[in-house]
Nanobody, 114 residues
Framework: VQLQASGGGLVQAGGSLRLSCVASGSIFRFNTMGWYRQAPGKQRVLVATLGSGGSPNYADSVKGRFTISRDNAKNTVYLQMNSLKPEDTAVYYC?????????WGQGTLVTVSS
């Protein structure tokens, strides 16, 4: 399984970005896809996850601002990020969890300037 994330970049506070992550390889129908982020000097933390056919799960810090969605036909998960804040600056990693296996993408950098 390979995950390819894209969509990061530099944006001013209050702006928006949309991240995408495409999964390829042997992917079972039922899985969870999501996003984590790692700020400089900090641990990687959950941003949002979404199971196939399930309800989204968000970190409290992004509720109401970020929206996770997925296109199962394209094996793609998206993260729409609105009202971005400088504290959202981090490398964002997409993840795919299927059965007992967990896969990670290479990360995409999001920088929010004040």
């Amino acid at each position: 399984v390979q995950l390819q994330a894209s969509g990061g970049g530099l944006v001013q506070a209050g702006g928006s970005l949309r991240l995408s992550c495409v999964a390829s390889g042997s992917i079972f129908r039922f899985n969870t896809m999501g996003w984590y982020r790692q700020a400089p000097g900090k641990q990687r933390v959950l941003v949002a996850t979404l199971g196939s056919g399930g309800s989204p799960n968000y970190a409290d810090s992004v509720k109401g601002r970020f929206t996770i969605s997925r296109d199962n036909a394209k094996n793609t998960v998206y993260l729409q990020m609105n009202s971005l804040k400088p504290e959202d600056t981090a490398v964002y990693y997409c993840t795919l969890i299927v059965a007992s296996s967990e896969y990670w993408g290479q990360g995409t950098l999001v920088t929010v300037s004040s």
